[in-house]
């Protein structure tokens, strides 16, 4: 993912780190984004986090745990579901964005999955 736009104050210094949950194929009831995404269960849930990767258009990278891995979808879809580990910091509205793959524009960098390995 790229970090975008950020309203307020920078979530991460209040929020923490960002946490990582995966679903196969998708939360919900479709691909696409929908509030019921963050009431449904996942499949794993923190197989990876990140902290603050610093200004706007700066690329975020993290490694998946193995739970993480293995519940990659290697035939289709593989939804994840990004949130902060304190979820507020009051009545204020602090917002980040992130660019994703649909982000529209050269200068968005869409996120890639970059897969690793060894056979030893």
């Known amino acids: 993912m790229t970090r975008g736009h950020e309203e307020g104050e920078n979530p991460f210094t209040w929020a923490g780190t960002c946490n990582i949950d995966i679903a196969t194929p998708f ?3 479709s691909n696409g984004i929908e509030n019921l995404d963050w009431q449904v ?3 794993a849930t923190n197989i990876a ?3 603050d990767p610093g200004t706007e258009d700066t690329m975020i990278s993290t490694n ?3 739970i993480g891995l293995n519940n990659i979808n290697k035939n289709g879809k593989t939804q994840l579901r990004v949130y ?3 979820p507020s910091n009051g009545p204020v509205n602090d917002y980040q964005g992130f660019y ?3 982000s529209a524009g050269e200068d ?3 996120p890639e999955l970059i897969v690793e390995y060894s056979t030893d």
Do not use: H, M, Q, R
């Open 41 to 43: 269960a996942a499949d």
């Open 49 to 51: 986090n990140f902290s």
């Open 100 to 102: 994703s793959g649909e």
């Open 64 to 66: 998946f745990n193995l």
């Open 27 to 29: 939360f919900g009831d």
């Open 84 to 86: 902060f580990i304190t």
């Open 108 to 110: 968005f960098k869409a």
